[in-house]
T-cell receptor
Framework: NAGVTQTPKFRVLKTGQSMTLLCAQD?????MYWYRQDPGMGLRLIHY???????AKGEVPDGYNVSRLKKQNFLLGLESAAPSQTSVYFC??????????????FGAGSRLTVL | AQTVTQSQPEMSVQEAETVTLSCTYD???????LFWYKQPPSRQMILVIR??????QNATENRFSVNFQKAAKSFSLKISDSQLGDAAMYFC??????????????FGQGTILTVHP
């Protein structure tokens, strides 16, 4: 049982380049999330999705786009990377509704460096 | 903004001793959930304990327990009989309850816990 899988685990980009982070979950969870982790700031929500074909903005959405074409996948895109987007990115998923919606399963994280 | 604050950037404890990590939060909601997550050097986020705000009884999970003070908006984590494997970054987090909360968590800044042998 893989849980939540993120690819790639590491990536170095130059300013202005684009890339996509892929998140896949095999737990049939309805909800999926992308967070970024920066030193001294904890994890902050970028975007989230409550179901296939739906996405919504979180706390820090600027500079990112997301898509959820399939229930098991949640993609995070950077169209024009900036050094301020250097961070560790975490994908997570959870069940729909009730107390289960708050129990998040996290991926292992993806470290992105923008030069 | 509904914030979560961890005022201790770093804490240390001797193996087998007890340590308490502090967390305060701000919310206008009456029903919500509180969490402690552990992040070891592997970077994996691991749920340690969860507390539902409407429950008065403090949650416990083996050596981990919380002191939940709803009126004071305080949620501290106590680790008893500390082990070397407890060394990690610990995050406090909060989420609204209810159907439209969608499991969105707000995290504190984290506390690095060092365990000395």
């Amino acid at each position: 049982n893989a849980g939540v899988t993120q690819t790639p685990k590491f990536r170095v980009l130059k300013t202005g380049q684009s890339m996509t982070l892929l998140c896949a979950q095999d737990m049939n969870h309805e909800y999926m999330y992308w967070y970024r982790q920066d030193p001294g700031m904890g994890l902050r929500l970028i975007h989230y999705s409550v179901g296939e074909g739906t996405t919504a903005k979180g706390e820090v959405p600027d500079g990112y786009n997301v898509s959820r074409l399939k229930k098991q996948n949640f993609l995070l895109g950077l169209e024009s990377a900036a050094p301020s987007q250097t961070s560790v990115y975490f994908c997570a998923s959870s069940k729909r509704g009730g107390s289960g919606a708050n129990v998040l399963t996290f991926g292992a994280g993806s470290r992105l460096t923008v030069l | 903004a509904q914030t979560v604050t961890q005022s201790q950037p770093e804490m240390s404890v001797q193996e087998a001793e007890t340590v308490t990590l502090s967390c305060t939060y701000d919310t206008s909601e009456s029903d919500y959930y509180l969490f402690w997550y552990k992040q070891p050097p592997s970077r994996q986020m691991i749920l340690v304990i969860r507390q539902e705000a409407y429950k008065q009884q403090n949650a416990t999970e083996n050596r981990f327990s919380v002191n939940f003070q709803k009126a004071a908006k305080s949620f501290s984590l106590k680790i008893s009989d500390s082990q070397l494997g407890d060394a990690a970054m610990y995050f406090c987090a909060r989420a609204n309850a209810g159907g439209t909360s969608y499991g969105k968590l707000t995290f504190g800044q984290g506390t690095i816990l060092t365990v000395h042998p």
